[in-house]
């Protein structure tokens, strides 16, 4: 089992503000191969905003390039922090946030969701 705690960084933020959200990921993460950011708005689909592979490979979605920046941090005992950093935030970018980190095999494990409401 991974668990992955989302640590705050969301709120409401004005267009054209920066926020930076924190997920604390635990537990057995030897099997984790990739750590990531995605989000759900109201009446969408969830989508993949932006990941990490172990090999720190990045991926970010279009609409979030140049604007969005993913990064972890190796803690002890296998344990990282990810954040995602946002800045030029806009409207279309409100949405619940969810950390995820995909073990080899395709296994999902999430966070418990950070809202984000960009408006002025």
């Known amino acids: 089992q991974v668990q992955l705690v989302e640590s705050g960084g969301g709120g409401l933020v004005q267009p054209g503000g920066s926020l930076r959200l924190s997920c604390e990921v635990s537990?057995?993460?030897?099997?984790?191969?990739?750590l990531g950011w995605f989000r759900q708005a109201p009446g969408k689909e969830r989508e993949k905003v932006a990941t990490?592979?172990?090999?720190?490979?990045?991926?970010?979605?279009d609409s979030v390039k140049d604007r969005f920046t993913i990064s972890k941090i190796n803690a002890r005992n296998s344990a990282y922090t990810v954040y995602l950093q946002m800045n030029n935030l806009k409207s279309e970018d409100s949405a619940v946030y969810y950390c995820?980190?995909?073990?080899?095999?395709?296994?999902?494990?999430w966070g418990q969701g950070t809202q984000v409401t960009v408006s002025s």
């Open positions: 537990g057995r993460t030897f099997n984790t191969y990739l």
């Open positions: 990490i592979t172990r090999d720190d490979a990045f991926y970010y979605a």
């Open positions: 995820a980190a995909m073990q080899f095999g395709g296994i999902y494990y």
